[in-house]
């Protein structure tokens, strides 16, 4: 195959120059030349492909309770500058409403006060039980929720009900509250948050499947005859927000699917570190290594198939990598591509949206950190590798809905040795691919050598162009020298540098995509500068001052 003539595309010569200026300033590199090793064969099967259709706004995040005051600011009139910046980043790479979830065992363990001014009082002792903190919250919560999303745009939310008591008031409390303050903006309410483990934590002793059913027939009918009236008389629940002792086969078989749920929802992560460290949970080559993925993401094969045949979407409301806090893997660039493999692996095994998880201040797996508890108004603030997966995915499903499909790459559902991975997102309609995102895992230290880059083969008659943008860091265990599309976040959440694709226009016969090692590619199909289905410009709305 001929080296295929490409050139890097800065985004500010797209407001000034046209396509054909460009060709004046720019010579074409040989792309096929820049990379060593043996090219990856791309075969991207059109037509007939079938599969959840998923929308652009699939990945959404997860905030545990606890902590929300520090991140969204403890008022609507001290909300940092730097969450607003981060989630302006998500939400103006998506056309449908950025989606947020507030829960976690801190939601589920939660007081409601309605009268309480301060958003949210730390009732216990954070060093007890660290993941399992006990708040009282107020109607600050949401007050602050509806601010943020006049600053930034459309977002949705979902809001967890707390199951462990057998007395419902207070979840009845949240409800009303919920649905009155939020409006339109509520997307859904869970009841419960992790249920299968009340037993093991001791909130429920011995409680089983059956016993859950009773409560959840329960607590439905209380949501329904509330003093505020009925507080379900749309389908807006979900649950069962499951993570690790139940299938949702069997609880859907128990008797939940005879209730109207609007979703089904699960929680997972790769590894747990609850405890303590050990060689499992701090392997960092496992979070590299793609054959690992089907089987993580495919843990509730049944249950998915079940809610598919009764047309209920899943949602996998908490993933990460290692659940407890995390581990020394969970902030590094291995981290990253694990997230976003795992993203559009659960995209392609059913499931309809998938939530990163971040939690309080020092956490590994965070996506965030103020400079401390006290002073996230301030800028300083950390960011987490996870959040370059927040970045990638939030510009990589279309709007209008995608149906995503793994590869199998160089064998690597079920080679271990494998280094490379691929994914193609097609139409709603599965008619055509339209997109793709291709993962170069490579492990050694010598990154930007030749030996690093991989090329990726497109075959002819699948474009006649494409346009890509990269995820890159120096190596795997790198922790902030990360850049997505030319640009690393500031320490204001606002990103620095000039935004870069890169774009390829002898594709027609087949070319060549390098991608650096380690690293990953976003590619648009027929994609041309001056009519480009990226997004350009400046999405920070917050300016360090």
């Known amino acids: 195959m001929a080296c295929t003539n490409s050139f890097i595309f800065p985004t500010f010569l797209r407001s000034f120059l046209s396509l054909s200026l460009v060709f004046v300033f720019i010579s074409a590199l040989s792309c ?50 730097a969450m ?3 989630l302006s980043n998500l939400r103006a790479r998506i056309e449908s409403p950025l989606r947020i979830r507030i829960g976690g065992n801190s939601m ?14 730390v009732t216990g002792d954070p060093a007890a039980d660290p993941d399992d903190v006990p708040v009282d919250f107020g109607p600050t919560l949401f007050k602050v929720l509806d601010a943020m999303e006049n600053v930034v745009g459309q977002m949705e939310f979902i809001v967890g009900l707390s199951m462990r008591n057998s007395n419902y008031t207070n979840a009845i409390e949240v409800a009303s509250d919920s ?43 209380d949501l329904r005859n509330s003093p505020y009236g009925d507080l379900v008389p749309d389908t807006i629940v979900g649950g069962p927000t499951i993570c690790c002792d139940w299938n949702l086969s069997d609880i859907l078989s128990a008797g939940l699917s005879e209730y109207p749920y609007k979703y089904y929802t ?38 998915v198939q079940m809610a598919s ?64 508890p006290e ?41 271990p040795a494998a280094t490379v991975a691929g994914y193609a997102l097609y139409d709603r309609a599965g008619v055509k691919a339209k997109r793709l995102v291709f993962f170069n895992y490579y492990r050694a230290d010598d990154a930007g050598s030749e030996l690093a880059a991989r090329n990726f083969t497109l075959e002819g008659g699948l474009a006649t162009t494409a346009g890509v943008r990269v995820l890159a860091a120096p190596n795997i265990y790198e922790r902030t020298d990360i850049s997505w ?24 016969m087949g070319c060549n995509i390098t991608v650096p090692g380690p690293g990953a590619a976003l590619v648009l199909l027929d994609d041309v500068p001056d009519d480009s289905e990226f997004f350009f410009g400046s999405s920070t709305i917050a300016p360090v001052s």
């Open 108 to 121: 589920d363990s939660a007081v409601y006060v309605p009268t309480q001014t301060e958003m949210i009082i």
């Open 179 to 221: 649905r009155k303050m939020l409006g339109y903006r509520l997307d859904a309410m869970l009841l419960g948050n992790e249920p299968d483990l009340y037993a093991t934590h001791g909130v429920h002793p011995g409680y089983t499947i059956q016993e859950y059913i009773t409560d959840i027939g329960a607590m439905l009918q």
């Open 309 to 372: 045949d009764a047309r209920i979407p899943v949602l996998v409301t908490e993933y990460n990598t290692v659940s407890c806090g995390g581990s020394n893997v969970s902030d590094t660039f291995a981290a990253t591509l694990w997230a976003i493999d795992a993203g559009l692996n659960y995209a392609s095994s059913g499931m309809s949206g998938a939530y990163l998880h971040t939690r309080e201040y020092g956490i590994l797996y965070n996506l965030f950190d103020p400079p401390s």
């Open 485 to 508: 599309a030319g640009q690393t976040v500031g320490l204001n959440g606002e990103l620095d540098g000039t935004q870069t694709t890169e774009y390829y226009y002898d594709c027609a």
């Open 84 to 86: 607003e910046n981060y």
């Open 266 to 303: 699960v929680q997972h992560y790769a590894k747990s570190i609850c405890s303590g460290p050990n060689a499992s949970n701090e392997n960092i080559t496992y979070f590299v290594s793609h054959v690992n993925v089907p089987a993580y993401t495919n843990w509730q094969k049944q249950g």
């Open 375 to 415: 002073t996230s108004t301030e800028p300083n603030w950390r960011t987490g590798s996870p959040y370059y997966a927040a970045l990638f995915l939030s510009e990589t499903f279309m709007a209008g809905g995608s149906i995503v499909v793994d590869l199998n790459l160089d064998n690597s559902i079920y080679d």
């Open 32 to 81: 096929c030349c820049r990379a060593s090793q043996v090219p990856v064969p791309v075969t991207v099967h059109q037509g007939d492909v079938s599969g959840t259709v998923v929308q652009d706004n699939f990945l959404g995040i997860s905030f545990e309770l606890y902590p929300f005051d520090t991140l969204w600011g403890e008022s609507p009139q001290q909300m940092p500058t």
